[in-house]
């Protein structure tokens, strides 16, 4: 055979595999034996063009239990819309329903919200990474949070403030991103005791504001009071406790506390009320008094 010969044969056969090569590729994928024995996994198949082999799906799942089968895949013109995921959240659900973490979160505001798994979790990215188990897309929680609650960073720049920018607190620390069925997404005074345990009690005398919410009186991100107070001194107060039906202004000779015998109280007003009842949270005393 010819030089010309040869040449002109190879040419035939390599024009009719480029023809059937899409119907080839379909075959092949579309046959279990390639896909589930050739190869150890889809995810594997994939990996030779899409970098997700790093990833921690790609070593716990296969990329068809997110995405339509690989044949289609293979010979889409237009893949981003032929070979999409399936619903976001449903999606992550099929698998993450059954932990405690994530079982409430179609319950969640976040849910009602609109908020889906990827706008917080990067489904193929970043890499594994022990330092970031959870796939979050910014590198510390609060950062991510921030994305979207802005108003609510710029409390922490308050001089009162939990320090969360400084990485003492974090805002997963107080809030549960994924299940609570609560507008603030916390049980805000069980919450508050976790770190403030000294203020658990139990007390003789309990302030009813303190036992039902913190927040009644605590701005937990920040505030231009001291303390976190939503409001100074004694204004704060007298948004329950009006002034006509005290005793203020009169002197401590009725006191049946020796300690206060013969103190002035006219003034407290002027320093806070706090000045004498300082043990708000609960006391061992009548009216919270700290002697």
């Not at 079982?103 to 990474?129: E, I």
């Not at 590198?139 to 609650?149: G, N, Q, V």
């Not at 549960?176 to 003789?204: I, M, W, Y």
């Not at 927040?215 to 991100?221: K, L, Q, S």
């Amino acid at each position: 055979m010819t030089m010309r010969h040869t040449s002109t044969l190879f040419g035939f056969v390599a024009s009719c595999l480029l023809a059937f090569s899409p119907r080839l590729i379909a075959a092949e994928l579309d046959s279990p034996a390639s896909l589930l024995t050739d190869h150890p996994s889809t995810a594997s198949v994939c990996a030779e063009c899409h970098e997700t082999e790093s990833t921690i799906h790609a070593n716990h799942a296969e990329c068809t239990t997110c995405h339509i089968d690989a044949s289609t895949h293979a010979i889409a013109k237009s893949p981003r819309k032929t070979a999409p995921g399936f619903p976001e959240t449903e999606q992550c659900l099929a698998c993450h329903k059954n932990d405690s973490e994530h079982m409430n979160f179609a319950f969640s505001d976040h849910n009602r919200a609109g908020v889906t798994c990827a706008d917080c979790h990067g489904v193929h990215s970043p890499k594994v990474d022990n330092n970031n188990p959870k796939l979050t897309r910014a590198d510390e929680s609060s950062k991510l949070c921030a994305t979207c609650h802005q108003d609510v960073l710029a409390r922490f720049d308050m001089p009162s403030h939990h320090p969360v920018q400084e990485g003492g607190v974090s805002c997963v620390g107080c809030h549960d991103q994924h299940s609570s069925k609560k507008v603030s997404l916390v049980n805000n005074t069980e919450q508050c005791l976790t770190c403030h345990q000294r203020l658990r009690g139990p007390f003789a005398f309990e302030h009813a504001p303190a036992v039902e919410d913190c927040a009644t009186c605590h701005d937990p991100h920040g505030t231009p009071t001291r303390r976190l107070l939503i409001a100074a001194q004694p204004m704060l107060c007298l948004q329950c406790h009006s002034l006509p039906n005290n005793r203020h202004g009169q002197s401590a000779s009725n006191a049946t506390t020796p300690e206060a015998l013969g103190q002035p109280v006219s003034g407290a007003l002027l320093r806070g009320c706090i000045a004498c009842h300082s043990q708000v949270h609960g006391s061992t005393q009548d009216q919270h008094l700290r002697f």
